[in-house]
């Protein structure tokens, strides 16, 4: 570990030289910007904590570091010197960063309204990345091993990413694009934009908000909210689940082109919108509506998809879109 | 394992520096023994580990014996026994048996303290689902991979506790008998002809809804 | 032969049954179709089985633990048997030791209650306990704790806005409810609501400290899980999905 430790010491003591200190950021504020390079010749994992401010993650394709962008702001010269940034890498393959705020003789992990750590980070695209904020955006995008990222109050941001996708957010809105690999997505307050997303299973949760999901190519795809709609824009796949629910708002789906068979269990308060499709066999079992919808091109033994799609107070509508058709909004 | 912590260029002694057991991936880095003494030491993170490397056994288990309503209740109730108990565990039981019973326990006990509640609601019952000859134009009701699953599950659910458990434990977390014997507290032979008559009615509740060996076999 | 029962054929396929009888019911199977397909299914239906997820439990669950333990009473530490010769042995290094180990019992005992910590460390982040020696007090005037602290309520009242919303909601669900089917909600709320009550106790103990915080939202989490999960399940208590249905 010493050759790296020296490397470390030498481009951390450097840095400073290279920051610039003493910027004002525009608003009032002072803005310390430093560099730090993490040599991670074995890194298996990033694990980023910063309460403080935002995390931008980046994948490269540069490999055995870890680049990190540390931008602190204050009002004064005082609250400045009192935020530190971290970082450790551990023999096991982990190398954690995190930012603290000095209190009272000792060094915590705290959030701050008037003061902040905003970190760029760049690691290698086959590294995996936890990062969790408080209120500043958390985002990932580039890399191949999978991310976690977690929020109280900030935005999650997450496209180009292979390997699982695992989110838990308070409030802020949710923005998923390419992934492959599943998708397990939970947040209280905001909405989700879920798109061109491959895997085993997409699994979102969502409180007070709406779910809106495109091009999504899953075998089971679990999309809930309790308030909100739900949306699902794509192909009805052979043999998939896609378990649609929201307790007040409107559960829709459209399917591009001609779906799969699928078994439908519907349930709603106004009468099922399905124009276009022919649903057979009908019938009512309690509260559902149980049909299937038998494709008419599809080879003897396809696989049946189910849709198990849920509004107690508000509509659900499935829908066929030629493929062509101009794009839904 | 400690490794460098700098501060703004800063270097701290190592002691200084967490030391934190790797979560469990493919080439573990500590055994099982290694994680026991770990745990009984205190050491920082080992208890973390442990409950990394059971977690998803311990929770399926609570899972598909009480539903996924309770499930963190129990599998939380489970982790506290087992960190509890792991000073006075002798190895007499692997540890992943000896875990397996506690989480088993935990769940068989909520299910005493606090009945299943019968539903009124049709839900999913997979009973009340529609027999082949009902479905118009329908010979074969194949459903692939995902929708499979679910309905597997399904059936699952409605197997009475024991039954359930059993198949858990045997076909599903792949037990001997012999392990499963020890977490349950029975025979050898009371596993196997449990696990028998279970299968046979899950295979009933499957049939019901048209889930034939074609479709297990391509889901 | 007459047709087994399932179970039978079952107990044939994984070589549970006594050689005569295995030999009797291998004979049969290849001449009987119903039977053929019957043992085909059961095969197909274990294979299937294995195949089944272990899903991922909710990340609310290791807080969860990890603060019941912390409030749990420590159980006496088992002492191994010590041997003739382990007491020989020990004995000349005792006095030498003893001084140093009461040093060290004052220092490390307090944090070993709190977050299994292996050594306290005024400068290390960690939960810092109530009864710790080492908590170092922050002044009440500091600008930046009463910043932190205003940020965390801010936190704590969305989550209690939500679990507000769907209380609204679940009463409106409930309506269709057994009344059994209620009970059991209201339990399970009462103790989500004390795991609440005993987390905003250790948060609102330990100012400063992001430990409490964490374990007060992650009681929060659990508890819009379950709301979520009730209103969706319409009080279907019985049902179960591994994938953590809500």
Sequence with gaps: MKGPVLATLFLATMAPAAARAGADGGDGLIVDRREIVVPARTAEVVRVENLLGRVIIRGTAATGQVHIIAEKRAPSAEALSRLRVHYTAFESGEVAVDTRVELGGRERSLPLAGSGIDLYVEIPADVAIEAKTFGGDVSASGLRAGAKLETTGGRIGIS??????????????QHVDAVEGDVDLDGVEGDMELRDLAGGHVDAKLVDGSIRAEDVRSGLVRLVTTTGQIVLIGVIRPGAHYDLRSYTGNVRVVSLGEPAAFE????????????????????REGEWLKADYVARRAPRHARTALLELASPLGGVTIQIQPRNAPELR | MLGVTAIDGLRLPPAQAKAKAK??????????AALIEAVRRGDAGSREALYHRYKRRVYALAVRIVGAMDAEEVAQEAFIRIFRGLPKFRGDAALSTWIYRLAVNAALSHRARRPPVPSEAAGDDIEGAPTEATLEGRTESPTGDSALR??????????????????????????????????LGCHVGTSKSQLHKARAKLRELLATVGITARALEEG | MVCPEPERLSAWLDGDLPPGETARLRDHVAGCARCGGLATELLALVGAAGQLDSPEPPPTLWRGIEGALDRLPEPAS????????????????????????LAAAAVIFPTVRGRFAVAPDPSSVGGATPSSLL??????SDPLLAEAEAEFARAAAAYERSIEKLRGLLDHAEQGWSVAERVRTAERLARLDEAIERSRDFARRTPGDSAGNEELFAAYQQKIAFLAAAVHRGGEWNVSSPRGDR
Excluded at chain 1, 163 to 171: E, I, N, P
Excluded at chain 3, 78 to 101: E, M, Y
């Design chain 1, 160 to 173: 180009d990413v292979h390997g699982g996708v695992v989110t838990r957010q308070l409030r802020g809105g």
């Design chain 1, 264 to 283: 439908l269990r519907a349930r709603s308060s106004t009468p099922l919108e399905a124009a276009g499709l022919a649903l057979r066999g009908a019938r």
């Design chain 2, 23 to 32: 979560e469990s991936s493919g080439d573990t880095v500590m055994t099982e």
């Design chain 2, 150 to 183: 679910t309905r597997l599950e399904q059936a699952l659910a409605r197997l009475p506790a024991g039954y359930r458990t059993v198949v858990v434990l045997h076909d599903i977390e792949g037990l001997e008998h012999e392990e499963v014997a020890q977490i």
């Design chain 3, 78 to 101: 088992p002492q191994p048997a010590a041997t003739w010769f382990g007491r020989l042995a020990w004995r000349p290094f005792a006095i030498g030791a003893l001084v140093g180990s």
């Design chain 3, 135 to 140: 908590a170092v007090a922050v002044p009440p």
